[in-house]
């Protein structure tokens, strides 16, 4: 049973061994905002940071990080600031810059822990937007990219009148808050899953419109943005995801500048995969992924 009703929001525990040692801290931003931080620290060579999609946190991928901590990788995972157990106003954000700058500030921390390390960057969802912008800008301190079923169009139908309505509200910064975001139906169809959703206080359903804005100007740039990244890159698409345009995620695939790029699928796997009953697909591909591109980032490339 991964499904704890004494841990909210956890998919699992995280795993101890000889060889894993797993941690959970708050790191603190230059404008004071506390970032929380788990992770599973092998000594390998290779670290994976996985960026979690929207309303989610680092917990939904515990089980995740247990299995490829498990293989000898190194396994690091945040909690965007406004979700999870991150500070900030919940699901708020003023300017979209700031989750890029957050990213560079925990890149550079795994960096001066694992300074020789290859590290890859997993983004689920809007963590895939969010890498897209990340690798644009800060491309050089990552060996490879990752998108797990990336948010580049999804399925859902907002009336004219309420996308007006968070617009106007963007613009102007409002903090109302809407939910735009479908449910379990389109995330995953793990019965154990939907009772730990169904429970996760931490789960942040609701933003606000001026989240909805700068997140909708992310999306707009990111098949620009794609064009620049030439970083290895593996997109990979969860056949049954209900939740994201299938084609718009190989779209996403076809424009990468990258000369080193793969395409996945996985039948029968939902939006939320890292929920799957059997991800061993999914998890295995990762690791292969990652040891056929490891290679390593010098110590020059530790930012300063």
Not at 52 to 65: E, K, N, P, R, Y
Not at 158 to 183: D, N
Not at 275 to 289: G, I, M
Request: hydrophobic share 40%.
């Amino acid at each position: 049973m991964l499904y704890r009703p004494e841990a909210p929001g956890d998919w699992g525990q995280m795993l101890e061994s000889d060889t894993i040692k797993t941690a959970t801290e708050m790191l603190v931003t230059a404008d004071e905002c506390n970032l929380f931080l788990r992770s599973w620290v092998t000594g390998g060579n290779d670290v994976l940071f996985i960026l979690h999609g929207l309303g989610a946190h680092s917990a939904w991928f515990i089980d995740m990080g247990n299995k490829l901590a498990s293989q000898g990788m190194n396994v690091y995972a945040m909690d965007h600031r406004g979700f999870g157990r991150s500070g900030g106003l919940p699901g708020h954000i003023d300017n979209y810059h700031i989750y890029v700058e957050d990213i560079y500030f925990v890149v550079t921390e795994i960096l001066k822990r694992h300074p020789e390390a290859a590290i890859h960057v997993l983004g689920h969802s809007m963590g895939a937007i969010f890498t897209s912008h990340f690798a644009t800008k800060y491309g050089s301190t990552l060996a490879s990219v990752l998108f797990l079923n990336p948010w580049i169009q999804d399925t859902s139908k907002t009336s004219i009148l309420t996308t007006i309505a968070i617009l106007f509200g963007g613009i102007f910064k409002s903090h109302r808050y809407w939910q735009l975001a479908g449910g379990t139906e389109v995330m995953t169809t793990n019965p154990e899953a939907i009772q730990m959703l169904d429970a996760d206080s931490y789960w942040r359903r609701k933003q606000t419109a001026s989240f909805l804005f700068q997140i909708f100007l992310m999306r707009l740039a990111v098949l620009k943005k794609a064009k620049l990244i030439t970083n290895p890159a593996l997109v990979m698409q969860a056949e049954a995801d209900k939740a994201v345009v299938h084609e718009a995620s190989h779209n996403l695939y076809e424009t990468l500048a990258s000369t080193d790029k793969t395409w996945k699928t996985y039948p029968g796997y939902a939006h939320d995969s890292e929920f799957e009953a059997d991800r061993s697909l999914l998890d295995n591909e990762v690791v292969t992924w990652i040891a056929e591109h490891a290679i390593q980032i010098s110590g020059s490339k530790v930012p300063q």
